[in-house]
């Protein structure tokens, strides 16, 4: 079993940067397929983006696609998400999960343990 923590969540203005983190323990992150995803007020849990155990491949929502950029570092059992040119659309909860599949996954169902989540508001 695996437990994550997100961090790195807050009030940003429109336009900034934010960059979340998601930290591991009980179990090496490396084992894993490690996802973002994100769930706004009124809204189901969207994928954002995915990178595997090596880092080597890496997936991206269209809608973040060109701006977020997620990578890890397997010594420090964390994944990061580094979010630029925020708009208020990506105000969300954002969650971390793990996937123990061989290839990368988009749906919530597919994961198998999740973080608790941060909150990334931006405003206009």
């Known amino acids: 079993q695996v437990q994550l923590v997100e961090s790195g969540g807050g009030l940003v203005q429109a336009g900034g940067s934010l960059r979340l983190s998601c930290a591991a323990s009980?179990?090496?992150?490396?084992?894993?397929?490690v996802d973002w995803f994100r769930q706004a007020p009124g809204k189901e849990r969207e994928f954002v983006a995915a990178?595997?155990?090596?880092?080597?491949?890496?997936d991206y929502s269209n809608s973040v696609k060109g701006r977020f950029t997620i990578s890890r570092d397997n010594a420090k059992n964390t994944v990061y998400l580094q979010m630029n040119s925020l708009k208020h659309e990506d105000t969300a909860v954002y969650y971390c999960a793990v996937d123990s599949a061989l290839l990368p996954h988009t749906i919530p169902s597919a994961m198998d343990y999740w973080g608790k989540g941060t909150l990334v508001t931006v405003s206009t």
């Open positions: 009980g179990r090496t992150l490396s084992s894993y397929i």
């Open positions: 990178i595997t155990r090596s880092g080597g491949r890496t």
